[in-house]
């Protein structure tokens, strides 16, 4: 077994596993967001901004568990 986290090499800089599945958590909540937005299911939640924020943290989770493991 291998505790040693593995970076991410881009441009001579070691990103963090954990920062990538943020940002690009970040552009799939953008992306969601502005779905719901368009489709006009936004306007069913009583607090937006704690929605996006969720959505926002289970992409993240997501992201960082199966996309960019440590």
Do not use: C, E, H, Q
């Not at 077994?1 to 599945?21: H, Q, R």
């Amino acid at each position: 077994m291998n505790l040693i986290p593995k970076d991410v090499y881009f441009w001579d800089v070691y990103y963090p596993p954990l920062l990538l599945a943020f940002l690009f958590g970040l552009a799939a909540m953008i992306v969601t967001v502005y779905w719901l937005n368009r489709t006009r299911l936004a306007r069913y939640f009583m607090y937006p901004l704690v929605v996006m924020t969720a959505i926002w943290s289970i992409y993240t989770v997501v992201l960082g568990t199966f996309v960019f493991p440590t």
